[in-house]
Each structure stands twice: as structure tokens, then as C-alpha cells.
């Protein structure tokens, strides 16, 4: 990848690529700061065990990305590319999946809602279980296909390997809601699948994201574009 040897400007224009091409391909996509939403201000008080979720986290609320900071986006553009091709495979699930996508990833805790139901019987209080640090396999598929673009793409920018540490902690710490606090079987899962992407055993979205930013780059890097 040519990306070591590209200007600030020419990264500026690979990621800005890269930003057109997903908004071509998912209807409505946007990056925003969240300081401008309301929305996510309102979920920073929900979501009181994420720390500085306004200021670390990005969040994606299909099709918008909500980002801590503009000046960083457009500062660090190795930052905004691995973000952006994150984002992207949760807004490619999210459209191939509808509102499944968004019952997996808040499941189970979303099924405290129905705790609501009480009056109808105090029965439906146990729901309220739900709401418990209980394990999320439908947000840690989602996180994991995210994740491993993450690694794909550092090593695709850097030829480093990504801090895989990092990684395994965003699935036993309050960061996600504990969705997989399973250490050491996580840790061996990321570890397998970042010497699948130095082989070139790359799943169809991998693929995908490795041939578009290599076009990219390669096109800014010779001036085709």
C-alpha cells in the first residue's frame, strides 16, 4: 500500500473517496460531530456506564456517524479512514438486515422494555433481568466483523499489526456493555484472523474495502484523479 508515501493532502482526498463512495452506497449518510445532535447527547446520559462517550466513542445511528471531533477527522486521516471502514460494515449490515440489525445489537437488554407491561402482570418485572451486564452475541458479531475491518485496515495503511489488546478490551469492559467478556477466547479469535488478512484470506467485505482503498490511493498517488 502506497498510503506511507502519500502527502496530507493526497490522504485528505483518498478518505474524502472513500466518504463519497459510502454515501453513494448507503442513502442518507452523513459524518457529524455529536456535539450537533441532541440525540446523542440524550444517549450520553442513557449509556452512564461508557465513560466520555461523547468525547472517545464513535457512533454510528444508521445511516449518520456520529464523531467526537471535526478537527481530529480531518487532522488525522489515518484515524478517519479506519473509522470509516468500521462504520461501514455496521452500515452495510444494518442495510442488508433492517431493524433485526438493531434488535441483535441491543439485545438482550432491549427486552427490559417490556418490563413496561407490569400492570398488565407483575410478571413482565423480570424483564428487568435483562437490563443486567448480560453477554450480547448479537452485538459481539457485530463488533467482531467491525473490529476486524479495524485490524484489516491498519495493517493495509501501516503493514503493522493493530494493538489487539485494544481490541479485546472493547469486549470485556463497560465500553460495549461487557458483550463478551470471554478474554482469553477473543483475544485467540483476533489473533487467527489477523494472520488470515496477512495471508490474504480476506472474508467478501474485506475484499471489498481492500480493492477500493488500494484503487484510491494508487489513483491519488499517480494523479489519475
Do not use: C
Amino acid at each position: 500500500m502506497l498510503w506511507a508515501k502519500l502527502t496530507f493532502a493526497q490522504r485528505t482526498k483518498v478518505r474524502n473517496l472513500l466518504e463519497q463512495w459510502i454515501a453513494q452506497d448507503i442513502p442518507g449518510f452523513e459524518v457529524l460531530e455529536k456535539k450537533q445532535s441532541l440525540w446523542m447527547k440524550i444517549l450520553s446520559k442513557i449509556l452512564f456506564f461508557t465513560p466520555n462517550f461523547m468525547d472517545r466513542f464513535v457512533t454510528t445511528f444508521y445511516p449518520k456517524v456520529y464523531i467526537p471531533s471535526r478537527d481530529r477527522w480531518e487532522k488525522n486521516n489515518y484515524y478517519s479512514t479506519t473509522i470509516l471502514l468500521h462504520e461501514y460494515v455496521h452500515l452495510s449490515d444494518r442495510r442488508r438486515l433492517g431493524l433485526l440489525f438493531n434488535f441483535l445489537y441491543l439485545s438482550p437488554q432491549i427486552l427490559a422494555v417490556f418490563a413496561l407491561l407490569y400492570p398488565v402482570s407483575p410478571w413482565f418485572l423480570l424483564f428487568l433481568l435483562a437490563a443486567l451486564p448480560i453477554p450480547s452475541l448479537g452485538r459481539t458479531w457485530a463488533e467482531i466483523r467491525g473490529y476486524r475491518m479495524s485490524i484489516a485496515t491498519h495493517y493495509w495503511l501501516t503493514g503493522d499489526k493493530y494493538n489487539i489488546d485494544f481490541v479485546v478490551n472493547q469486549f470485556v469492559s463497560s465500553n460495549y456493555y461487557w458483550m463478551f467478556p470471554f478474554k482469553g477466547w477473543i483475544k485467540d479469535f483476533f489473533e487467527r484472523e489477523y494472520e488470515k488478512i496477512k495471508r490474504e484470506e480476506l472474508s467478501p467485505e474485506l475484499t471489498k474495502m481492500r480493492n477500493l482503498l488500494t484503487s484510491y490511493t494508487h489513483s491519488v498517488y499517480n494523479n489519475l484523479i
